[in-house]
């Protein structure tokens, strides 16, 4: 018996065909042909299982036979921001994991100490959808182009103002809130200890020098909360996943 492959196609039922990309792949590496059976995800939370009907070179046209809503894993919206790490090798790993455990959106950040100023999207957008696709998700996470670290608190601000729906919004750094000289306020304590189950999760992840103070406190002063993951020191794109799999054991 086959194994049953899955592809993205956006706007998969109003299409009959894989994208073209998605098209060599079933032909020339499957080798896939009339008559196999497959399944499609739209990235908004649908599967649908269809037939191939045709296959050539470049081509792959289908049939549905069947659509299957999905239910979500987690149920609240789960947002990281995250500055990407020099190495972009590390931040590739970062969204290919987080999608296999599960999230919805992603913003790179340009903070203070980024070490990387500029990333180029493209490739993130292939890994998401590839790790989408070998984890069997339903929906795709929304990926964003890289924002100044001021400017992303205004476009949090705005999207609050217009859906008048505040989030839970998180803050995590390093830096000691016990010395009054940093003027950081007091935290709460751990990630898993003051998210609450149930409710749209926005969390900040710094660069490998860390948020500034300013942005802590500028975050601070915008409704952010400081918040620690652990003890242990972490890389960037370790704290980012463990921030994830914090939120996702939490609504799961």
Request: aromatic residues 8%; proline residues 4%; charged residues 30%.
């Given at each position: 018996?086959?194994?049953?492959?899955?592809?993205?196609?956006?706007?998969?039922?109003?299409?009959?065909?894989?994208?073209?990309?998605?098209?060599?792949?079933?032909?020339?590496?499957?080798?896939?042909?009339?008559?196999?059976?497959?399944m499609l995800m739209d990235g908004e939370g649908t599967f649908y299982r269809a037939i191939v009907t045709e296959?050539?070179?470049?081509?792959?046209?289908?049939?549905?036979?069947?659509?299957?809503?999905?239910?979500?894993?987690?149920?609240?919206?789960?947002?990281?921001?995250?500055?990407?790490?020099?190495?972009?090798?590390?931040?590739?790993?970062?969204?290919?994991?987080?999608?296999?455990?599960?999230?919805?959106?992603?913003?790179?950040?340009?903070?203070?100490?980024?070490?990387?100023?500029?990333?180029?999207?493209?490739?993130?957008?292939?890994?998401?959808?590839?790790?989408?696709?070998?984890?069997?998700?339903?929906?795709?996470?929304?990926?964003?182009?890289?924002?100044?670290?001021?400017?992303?608190?205004?476009?949090?601000?705005?999207?609050?103002?217009?859906?008048?729906?505040?989030?839970?919004?998180?803050?995590c750094h390093c830096h000691d809130d016990s010395d009054p000289?940093?003027?950081?306020?007091?935290?709460?304590?751990?990630?898993?200890?003051?998210?609450?189950?149930?409710?749209?999760?926005?969390?900040?992840?710094?660069?490998?020098?860390?948020?500034?103070?300013?942005?802590?406190?500028?975050?601070?002063?915008?409704?952010?909360?400081?918040?620690?993951?652990?003890?242990?020191?972490?890389?960037?794109?370790?704290?980012?996943?463990?921030?994830?799999?914090?939120?996702?054991?939490?609504?799961?």
């Open positions: 018996m086959k194994e049953v492959r899955f592809f993205y196609v956006p706007n998969a039922n109003s299409v009959n065909e894989l994208p073209e990309e998605e098209a060599q792949h079933a032909v020339r590496v499957l080798r896939m042909e009339m008559g196999d059976e497959m296959a050539s070179k470049k081509r792959c046209l289908y049939r549905i036979e069947e659509t299957l809503p999905q239910e979500r894993q987690w149920q609240p919206h789960l947002h990281l921001a995250m500055a990407p790490t020099k190495n972009m090798d590390r931040t590739e790993w970062f969204a290919e994991k987080a999608t296999e455990i599960g999230f919805d959106e992603l913003t790179f950040l340009r903070c203070q100490w980024s070490e990387r100023t500029v990333i180029k999207t493209e490739r993130i957008e292939k890994i998401l959808v590839s790790a989408m696709k070998q984890s069997h998700k339903a929906w795709k996470p929304v990926l964003n182009e890289m924002t100044d670290f001021k400017t992303f608190l205004q476009v949090v601000k705005g999207r609050e103002e217009a859906t008048g729906k505040p989030k839970q919004k998180f803050i000289e940093t003027g950081i306020a007091k935290r709460v304590g751990l990630l898993k200890d003051v998210v609450k189950a149930g409710e749209d999760v926005l969390v900040m992840i710094g660069p490998e020098g860390d948020f500034s103070i300013d942005e802590v406190k500028q975050a601070e002063a915008m409704g952010f909360q400081s918040v620690s993951l652990g003890k242990s020191r972490l890389r960037t794109e370790t704290a980012g996943l463990v921030a994830v799999h914090i939120i996702n054991l939490i609504n799961q």
